[in-house]
């Protein structure tokens, strides 16, 4: 398997789990406390986290292979 290939699944695999974490993390957050946020609110961050530095790959690599090739 190549680099391109596994990032690419995991980008679509952390989007899944993305989605999973959103639920409950909009629940606690409407309807929790203000004041102290429930714990699971901060849930979605780490895996949008991942979708930014897989995603940004995935951007970024079709323009390095033209500079790649040009030169």
Same mark, same amino acid.
């Given at each position: 398997?190549?680099?391109?290939?596994?990032? $690419?699944?995991?980008? *679509?695999?952390? /989007?899944?789990? %993305? #989605?999973?974490?959103?639920?409950? /993390? /909009?629940? %606690?957050?409407f309807t929790g406390d203000p004041s102290s946020p429930h714990p699971l609110v901060y849930a979605p #961050?780490?895996? #949008?986290?991942?979708?930014?530095? &897989?995603? &940004?790959?995935?951007?970024? #690599?079709?323009? &390095? $292979? *033209? $500079? $790649? /090739?040009?030169?």
């Amino acid at each position: 398997m190549s680099t391109e290939s596994v990032i $690419r699944k995991t980008h *679509r695999v952390v /989007a899944g789990l %993305f #989605l999973i974490t959103i639920v409950p /993390a /909009a629940y %606690f957050s409407f309807t929790g406390d203000p004041s102290s946020p429930h714990p699971l609110v901060y849930a979605p #961050l780490l895996p #949008l986290l991942l979708l930014t530095v &897989t995603g &940004t790959y995935q951007l970024v #690599l079709p323009w &390095t $292979r *033209r $500079r $790649r /090739a040009g030169a």
